[in-house]
């Protein structure tokens, strides 16, 4: 008989999924550069600048009330790209974005991230209410301060709105990621576990949402979002009970543990639901103040539940 090496099967998988978002890659790329070289083409570039704070009292998904922190962030976003109407009824863009993020407490959080991609969208007929397709493909570096959650991600999405009159629009898709962790070394191990990959899965979700306008150019939006996968819990170590159904660990460097004690990150498969409610109030004609509230429900095995809940204030204006 045979030895399977999960690891080794994990990594062929990841490497394959990885491949195949490549491949869409290549063909989302031949795309965009058909876009750029006809010559009927219209273009539109944009640029935008988002400023956010956030407060989570549950930052580090923790279970046990020990393993709990709250902690609130700034976040300074610089998005842009360039749209290209191929047709009357369809279009490319071309997207890019840089992000920081600090922590008040817990510096060890403390990331930046870019992200490159394009999108399709095909709309199935013209005017303000004919049904839009949307499908994107992105990819994100993450860099975190403590190393720990450094990775890449590959995010396919598929996604469908209709406006059902001025006020109402509905959107409702599906995404699929591939993560690969960057830091999976020996040095960064667990003496815990020999496996320490913690970000490297695959994980896919499911949304709806809608979006109401208001009288004053205001928009409430609301959505649901459905996640199979992973969530990355922060816990005092050890903990038998994360330990036994954790997918990898590793030492986590990002939060300062009492002396004497170790820090671990588990993987832990689970499914979540997110629940997110926002407000967008023009203040300008380039720039809005948003406000949202939102709620993470996450189930992973032997009845380890817990919660995350986010309030953001953010600024956007748009530059170009």
Same mark, same amino acid.
């Given at each position: 008989?045979?030895?399977?090496?999960?690891?080794?099967?994990?990594?062929?998988?990841?490497?394959?999924?990885?491949?195949?978002?490549?491949?869409?890659?290549?063909?989302?790329?031949?795309?965009?550069?058909?876009?750029?070289?006809?010559?009927?083409?219209?273009?539109?570039?944009?640029?935008?600048?988002?400023?956010?704070?956030?407060?989570?009292?549950?930052?580090?998904?923790?279970?046990?009330?020990?393993?709990?922190?709250?902690?609130?962030?700034?976040?300074?976003?610089?998005?842009?790209?360039?749209?290209?109407?191929?047709?009357?009824?369809?279009?490319?863009?071309?997207?890019?974005?840089?992000?920081?993020?600090?922590?008040?407490?817990?510096?060890?959080?403390?990331?930046?991230?870019?992200?490159?991609?394009?999108?399709?969208?095909?709309?199935?007929?013209? $005017? *303000?209410?004919?049904? !839009?397709?949307? %499908?994107?493909?992105?990819?994100?570096? /993450?860099? #975190?301060?403590?190393? @720990? &959650?450094?990775?890449?991600?590959?995010?396919?999405?598929?996604?469908?709105?209709?406006?059902?009159?001025?006020?109402?629009?509905?959107?409702? $898709? *599906?995404?699929?990621? !591939?993560?690969? %962790?960057?830091?999976?070394?020996?040095? /960064?191990? #667990?003496?815990?576990? @020999? &496996?320490?990959?913690?970000?490297?899965?695959?994980?896919?979700?499911?949304?709806?949402?809608?979006?109401?306008?208001?009288?004053?150019?205001?928009?409430?939006?609301?959505?649901?979002?459905? %996640?199979?996968?992973?969530?990355?819990?922060?816990?005092?170590?050890?903990?038998?009970?994360?330990?036994?159904?954790?997918?990898?660990?590793?030492?986590?460097?990002?939060?300062?543990?009492?002396?004497?004690?170790?820090?671990?990150?588990?993987?832990?498969?689970?499914?979540?639901?997110?629940?997110?409610?926002?407000?967008?109030?023009?203040?300008?004609?380039?720039?809005?103040?948003?406000?949202?509230?939102?709620?993470?429900?996450?189930?992973?095995?032997?009845?380890?539940?817990?919660?995350?809940?986010?309030?953001?204030?953010?600024?956007?204006?748009?530059?170009?």
């Amino acid at each position: 008989m045979h030895r399977v090496d999960k690891k080794k099967g994990g990594a062929v998988r990841i490497r394959s999924s990885l491949a195949i978002c490549q491949r869409i890659g290549l063909v989302s790329v031949s795309v965009l550069m058909g876009a750029l070289l006809a010559p009927s083409v219209s273009a539109n570039s944009f640029l935008d600048l988002t400023v956010g704070l956030h407060a989570d009292d549950n930052i580090t998904r923790g279970f046990l009330n020990s393993d709990i922190h709250k902690d609130q962030s700034a976040e300074l976003a610089l998005s842009g790209g360039r749209l290209f109407q191929l047709a009357p009824a369809n279009s490319v863009t071309a997207i890019g974005s840089v992000t920081t993020t600090r922590f008040a407490e817990l510096s060890g959080l403390h990331s930046n991230s870019l992200s490159l991609g394009g999108t399709y969208q095909h709309k199935f007929g013209l $005017g *303000a209410y004919a049904p !839009v397709m949307v %499908g994107a493909l992105v990819w994100t570096h /993450h860099d #975190s301060h403590s190393q @720990t &959650r450094d990775r890449e991600v590959m995010e396919l999405e598929i996604s469908y709105g209709k406006r059902l009159s001025a006020l109402w629009n509905l959107t409702a $898709g *599906a995404t699929y990621e !591939v993560s690969k %962790g960057i830091h999976d070394a020996r040095r /960064h191990a #667990s003496i815990y576990s @020999t &496996r320490n990959d913690i970000y490297d899965f695959n994980q896919g979700s499911v949304f709806a949402g809608a979006d109401y306008t208001l009288r004053n150019y205001a928009v409430i939006s609301a959505s649901y979002t459905f %996640g199979d996968g992973y969530v990355v819990s922060s816990a005092l170590a050890p903990n038998p009970g994360l330990g036994s159904i954790s997918r990898a660990l590793t030492a986590d460097h990002a939060v300062q543990p009492p002396v004497g004690r170790k820090q671990v990150a588990y993987t832990l498969p689970a499914r979540t639901h997110l629940v997110d409610v926002n407000y967008s109030h023009p203040i300008g004609r380039d720039s809005s103040i948003n406000v949202g509230i939102s709620r993470q429900l996450v189930k992973a095995r032997q009845g380890v539940d817990y919660t995350n809940n986010r309030i953001s204030l953010r600024f956007i204006q748009i530059l170009h």
